[in-house]
């Protein structure tokens, strides 16, 4: 998938490697409750060898540290809690889900993306890959980003897609200068 002229996949995954490096170092000098959010997630991104863990550890990261609830964009279920996870998903306007067994450190099961109530793909290779679906959906289907997500996608879009820099928010310009 294309925004624009941009190959979607390609240029996400290597944004995100290219720029880990900084943004967790940035994020393991932030204090108070970014720290204490980001806590549990660096404990897995250090305990794991997968790139597609660390790429997906450090969207978490990212989404903390901009302010904003993983829980509005990333879906985690465990495999016990399929049945719930359907029911939940389809009152959800857009979410990345992951279903997983009780270990963070093991592959997940099913990685997809609903949007209005509608398991739109499934069985993605990773959630870094599912987020940059999502991001080219949301373009391609012409709809806003959730407001409670602003900053994120606004951050996904303009630092790592690279997609309208100049037109950033505040708070993403502020991480960006800091890149």
Known sequence: MRITTVPLQPRFLASLDKHHSKLIEIIRNKGGVVREK????????????????????????LIVYLGEDVDKLIKEYLVVQKDEAETELERCTMAVFVI???DPLQPPHDIGIVIEGVEVLDELPSVAHACA??????????????????????????IFMEIEPKKMTRRVCSLSVKL
Not at 139 to 154: C, I, Q, R, V
């Open 38 to 61: 980001t806590r549990n997630i660096l404990k897995v991104l250090d305990q794991s060898l997968e790139v597609d863990l660390k790429r997906e550890c450090l969207l978490k990261c």
């Open 133 to 158: 679906m999502l991001l080219g959906l949301i373009h391609a289907l012409n709809m806003s980003y959730p407001s409670e997500l602003k900053h994120t996608f606004d951050a996904l879009q303009k």
């Open 100 to 102: 997983r067994e009780e």
